[in-house]
């Protein structure tokens, strides 16, 4: 039978980290796509999906951090030097905090400016926010700057997994892999 450390995260772990992954992936080039391409339908079209896709990402964080708070993460690999292990934990925590605060500074700002927001064209979400056009200005560029530094850091995190399959070739990446 395999140890708590061998056997890494659990099952609903696993999922709900590859669940963001997928969700950041999708938001990020959107985002670029539709603040550069100018006015038109696909702009307008990537904006939903931007938007719908970032509510759908807040939820998925929500149960993360809740479940993540409950049960705790398996022990980190034995294999790892101390400042991995401090670079590691402080990635990954500033990961959950920009990716907690994110969809609530973009909800807020789109709300502020142009509401309502729909799930996909379809479902209303019934929450308004309201402010001056300064504030949803600060807010959105906010949200703005926070989408660079989570893309540097998601670099970052990619980085060290490929450094921990590929060079280290330890169990680091296992731990998180659907399949292991
Ligand atoms: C984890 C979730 C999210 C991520 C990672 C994300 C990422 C980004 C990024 C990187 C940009 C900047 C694009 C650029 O200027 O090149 C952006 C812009 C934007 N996001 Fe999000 N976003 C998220 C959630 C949301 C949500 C939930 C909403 C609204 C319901 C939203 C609304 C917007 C809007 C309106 C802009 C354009 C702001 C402007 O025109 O300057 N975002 N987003
Ligand atoms: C190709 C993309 C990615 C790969 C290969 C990857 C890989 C991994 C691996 C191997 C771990 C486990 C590290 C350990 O054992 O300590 C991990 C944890 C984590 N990843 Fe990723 N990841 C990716 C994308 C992302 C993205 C986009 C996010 C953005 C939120 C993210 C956030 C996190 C967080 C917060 C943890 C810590 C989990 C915890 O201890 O609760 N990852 N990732």
Redesign the pocket.
Known sequence: MRNAREA??STP?RWL?WL??LC??ILVPVAVAMTNLGEGALTNALYEIHKSVGVIAFAIVVVRLAY?LLRG?PP??SGLTPFERVV?RWT?RA??AI?FVMPILGYAGTSMCCAPINLFWTIPIPITVTGSEEATKRILSIHQALGFALTGL?AL??AG?SY?ALIKRDG??R??LPSA
């Open positions: 890494g995260y772990a980290h963001t992954a950041v992936f993540r993460a980190s690999e590691s990954h990961l959950y990716v998601v995190h990619i997994a921990h680091v990446l731990r998180m």
